[in-house]
């Protein structure tokens, strides 16, 4: 028997046959299990598309909060998001504007009082 230097670990240890590992590293590296799942990859442009839109999404909140008083066309020309897609974020009550933004509130749809966000006022929406 002859002893050799692991070529993992770098201890000595008694060589018979096969490659220049120690019982050891042999057992740990063929133990080793594959670490790519294969699934994700198919997934990676849908998941894409959803990180930017939330990406944008915070970018305008933190815009919002930053800048307290922006209106939606500020809002819309400092981001480079069409006003379209600002009301639709409001109307779902995902966007909401700060007090002091008084300007970029909106009226709600059935008594016309100003609303931060959503498509009514608290109290129509109590009333409903
Ligand atoms: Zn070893
Ligand atoms: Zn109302």
Redesign the pocket.
């Known amino acids: 028997m002859e002893l050799k230097v ?6 000595l ?1 008694q060589y018979i046959y096969g490659p220049e ?6 057992k ?1 590296l063929s133990h080793k299990e594959p670490d790519k799942p294969e699934e994700e990859l198919s997934n990676t442009n849908v998941t894409k598309s959803i990180n930017s839109e939330l990406e944008l999404f915070d970018k305008v909140k933190e815009y919002i909060i930053t800048h307290r008083k922006a209106t939606i066309s500020d809002i819309s020309l400092a981001m480079d998001v069409p006003p379209k897609r600002l009301f639709e974020w409001i109307r779902e009550e995902r966007l909401e504007f700060s007090d002091d933004s008084r300007d970029a509130w909106f009226t709600c749809e059935r008594c016309g009082a100003k609303i931060k966000s959503g498509r009514l006022c608290n109290r129509c929406k109590d009333n409903r």
């Not at 590992?21 to 042999?26: E, R, T, V």
């Open positions: 692991c070529k993992n670990c770098k201890r240890f590992i120690c019982p050891d590293c042999l740990n």
